[in-house]
RNA sequence: GGGCCGAUAGCUCAGCUGGCAGAGCAGGGGCCUUUUAAGCCCACGGUCCUGGGUUCGAGUCCCAGUCGGCCCA
């Protein structure tokens, strides 16, 4: 609270002078921390198993970590320390701490980061604690957490939070506080981590060469999406974030390295919604030689070792309530087919009014600009998406929804392009990409004729990528995976916003 | 962009047809040397999201706005 302050915040205050007056500075430099509380608590109850305690004493140790709960009892005191481990209890005794230290224990609140030193031991009640012989202030928490009281349900061992931090909007606007409070959302985060680092461990142990390319742009492409525009002072000119970093890692192929990937940052100029955030995290990785089917057998042994990443082993997972088998192979699903199959959509036999009546249906806009592609588009989105909940790919997509990929063998409307779905959402999007450069101006010019008639989205015309291609591209198989909405999945997380630390929001 | 819902103590929430703004937890003062949502006693704590309006009287009703959530586009 701004002004005055609350109650609570003052009193803090008041402790912190108090703090000070007696000598003691509330915000320290340092503590040598021997074990993490889960340590210390595995290593008493191994001692204890194999018979080594003596008088019922375990270990010294020396931990840091936050305080959660305070319970006084007159001249003994218990509380519970949390550290990146977990919580582990503690037990003050008068006798044991001597009077002055004892009774500073007053200007401790809940919040402060302290440093305790003392052995193991188990209660009457049988929990592993730290009887504290000596304890430091390491910082002073001026603003209280929002720390709810926690019970452990007796019947089904369950922890049950009373209060807490619940408020959505400070949940994101305050992670910190979040984090702090709530331990299932460390938990996703971490995660979040392990699924990224097994991304590179399996593109890694395959050869792929792990690089960076610009974030800022002269031109955006690689995607269809509205850019960010910032400016370059000294240059004078306009730079966009980039929307995709597909057009870079295709030039490196060009230039030889054969198999990169790039985990980045990508920033599209939409909507906020729970599958969307300007910002997001973008997997994208290129191999050469090979086509669309090559890397649909690539997706599938990736998506397993992330999979069993999360899970230790088994391929299934559960997503809000649906179980998803990851065993592959995944079903090949043209999307023509997928149309008729779930949308009762012949493509073959409506003309463009017939799609567009399908559309209006169900109450689209600008239906009457759109192309027989985009028509198609808007049907496989309302009518087939939903429908798609195992793992499954997509494939054989219409020319014009793909710029940058291969025409289809044998089908020169279709390209060679597949989608995974899973959960009715997109996961990966793959081609094989385009490597004519007279193909690809023209496809260009394509996009470019759409953007005059208005479409924002269309994607513009690099001379400097078709230079590359003209140089010569490998043939060339190239998939994009967003990483957050993959997190989603496999974190069993509702919104784009539980896995990302600090999601865009209006400023307060 | 549209619809619905929400915003009240530091936190979690209640507050009926308009009539003195509440509870639990946290925080403060007591008692308590193995407790664990510790317990018992006492006192304290409010920009009821913001701005208008209706009314003798608004947390409550009306209008506009801010922020957020869900659904739709």
């Known amino acids: 609270m701004s002004g005055r302050g609350s109650q609570v915040i003052r009193t803090r205050h008041q402790k912190l002078e108090e703090l000070r007056r007696l000598g003691i500075e509330p915000f320290a430099y340092e503590y040598d921390v021997t074990a993490h509380a889960a340590e210390a608590r595995a290593a008493f109850e191994a001692a204890e198993a194999a018979g080594e305690l003596v008088d019922g004493k375990g270990q010294d140790v020396r931990l840091g970590g936050r305080l959660v709960s305070f319970r006084t009892h007159g001249k003994v005191t218990f509380a519970d320390l949390q550290d990146a481990s977990g919580r582990i209890q503690l037990y003050f005794r008068r006798n044991d701490l001597g009077e002055k230290a004892y009774d500073r224990l007053d200007l401790l609140d809940i919040g402060d980061w302290i440093g305790v030193a003392g052995h193991l031991f188990r209660t009457r009640m049988g929990e592993v604690t730290v009887h504290v012989t000596s304890y430091e202030l390491l910082a002073k928490s001026l603003r209280p957490l929002p720390l709810g009281k926690e019970e452990v349900d007796p019947e089904t061992g369950e922890r049950i939070v009373h209060g807490g931090f619940a408020d959505i909007e400070q949940r994101y606007r305050q992670r910190y506080a979040d984090l702090a409070v709530n331990p299932h959302v460390r938990e996703v985060f971490i995660k979040r981590t392990r699924i990224v680092r097994a991304m590179r461990e399996f593109l890694d142990a395959r050869g792929y060469l792990e690089v960076e390319t610009p974030i800022l742009q002269p031109l955006y492409g690689g995607a269809s999406a509205r850019p960010f525009i910032t400016h370059h002072n000294a240059l004078d000119m306009p730079l966009y974030l980039r929307i995709a970093d597909e057009l870079y890692l295709k030039r490196l192929i060009v230039g030889g390295l054969e198999r990169v990937y790039e985990i980045g940052k990508d920033f599209r100029n939409e909507g906020i919604d729970r599958t969307h955030n300007p910002e997001f995290t973008m997997l994208e990785f290129y191999e050469a030689f090979a086509d669309y089917r090559r890397m649909m057998t690539v997706v599938e042994d990736l998506m397993v070792h992330l999979v069993r990443t999360v899970t230790g082993g088994p391929l299934e997972i559960t997503y809000q309530g649906i179980t998803l088998n990851f065993q592959p192979p995944y079903p090949r699903l043209p999307y023509l087919d997928a149309l008729k199959e779930y949308g009762n959509i012949d493509v073959n036999a409506m003309d463009d009014a017939a799609l567009r009546d399908a559309v209006k249906s169900f109450g689209a806009e600008d239906v009457e600009s ?44 279709l390209v060679e392009r597949f989608e995974l779905m899973v959960a009715g959402r997109e996961i990966a999007n793959a081609f094989s990409e385009l490597n004519d450069p007279i193909d690809q101006r023209q496809r260009f010019e394509a996009q470019v004729r759409l953007r005059e008639q208005g479409d924002e989205e269309a994607q513009t015309l690099d001379e400097d990528y078709i230079r590359a291609l003209e140089y010569g591209m490998p043939p060339t198989g190239g998939v994009g995976i967003g990483v957050d909405r993959l997190v989603m999945l496999l974190t069993d997380q509702p919104s784009i916003r539980d896995v990302i630390l600090f999601p865009t929001m209006r400023p307060e």
Do not use: C, N, T, Y
Not at 373 to 385: A, H, I, Q, S, Y
Not at 389 to 395: E, K, L
């Open 370 to 413: 759109m192309s027989r592609p985009k028509l198609m588009d808007e049907l496989f989105k309302e009518l087939v998406e939903p429908h798609l909940q195992q793992p499954v790919f997509i494939i054989d997509f219409p020319l014009e929804l793909s710029p940058l990929a291969k025409p289809k063998r044998g089908a020169p409307d």
